[in-house]
């Protein structure tokens, strides 16, 4: 079965400090994963995709295969990073998005 | 103007009412999802369409309908509201091809309590 795991509901992290938000995929073949974020009173908007292997507002993210992981990273958090984070996979027909349970993301200074 | 409008925003009822939420794009997609958010349970897929012919159900579809009635028109509709299904419903739409399918475009939600 097609599943994502976000294990942490919440993470709080100091201004400065790295920042991992963890998200582990079950999945039969080559899966495509994206991370969403919704920022307070905003939309919930995509963050990146595994296939166009860029950095977004410094965050990145590695597919690893054999740990079948999409960890969504930042080496040094700011206060506006705080939002909520999704990680998705695109489901075996390429027709939806199925959603992890989603990590809060608290940066304080 | 926002990209996708859904309405209403918010909306009170109760149990055993029909609702209808309504979403409007002007993105020019094709692809149009409805999905609800509950709190610790993310976002969870009801219905997706492809084009106004074509609709699919999705995880939990049980207890609503939707309907196409335009390329830039997906409503949801809950027949008989229960209590159960109080949460933030969003639309979202999103292009096809390599670049398009997936990257998905939402609206505000609406958010829907049902006593």
């Known amino acids: 079965a097609q599943r994502v795991t976000q294990p942490e509901k919440l993470l709080s992290v100091f201004k400065g400090a790295p920042v991992e938000l963890k998200c582990n995929y079950s999945y039969s073949g080559s899966p495509e994963l994206f991370w969403y974020v919704q920022y307070s009173r905003q939309r919930l908007q995509l963050l990146l995709r595994?296939?166009s292997r860029e950095s977004i507002k410094g965050f990145t993210a590695d597919l690893n295969k054999g740990e079948t992981s999409f960890h969504l990273k930042k080496p040094f958090a700011q206060e506006e990073d705080s939002a909520m984070y999704y990680c998705a996979l695109s489901n075996q027909a390429g027709t939806a998005l199925i959603f992890g349970k989603g990590t809060t993301l608290s940066v304080s200074s | 103007d926002a990209d996708v409008t859904q309405t209403p925003r918010n909306r009170i009822t109760k149990t055993g009412k029909r609702i209808m939420l309504e979403c409007s794009q002007t993105?020019?997609?094709?692809?149009m999802y409805w999905y609800r958010q509950d709190p610790g349970l993310g976002l969870r897929l009801i219905y997706y369409s492809f084009d106004v012919k074509d609709i699919n159900k999705g995880e939990i579809s049980d207890g609503y309908s939707v309907s196409r009635q335009a390329q830039a028109k997906f409503s949801l509709s809950l027949e008989s509201a229960i209590p159960n299904q109080t949460a933030l419903y969003f639309c979202?739409?999103?292009?096809?091809?390599?670049?398009?399918?997936?990257?998905?475009?939402f609206g505000a939600g609406s958010r829907l309590t049902v006593l």
């Open positions: 595994h296939i």
């Open positions: 979202a739409t999103s292009g096809t091809g390599t670049s398009g399918a997936n990257v998905l475009t």
């Open positions: 993105k020019g997609h094709d692809r």
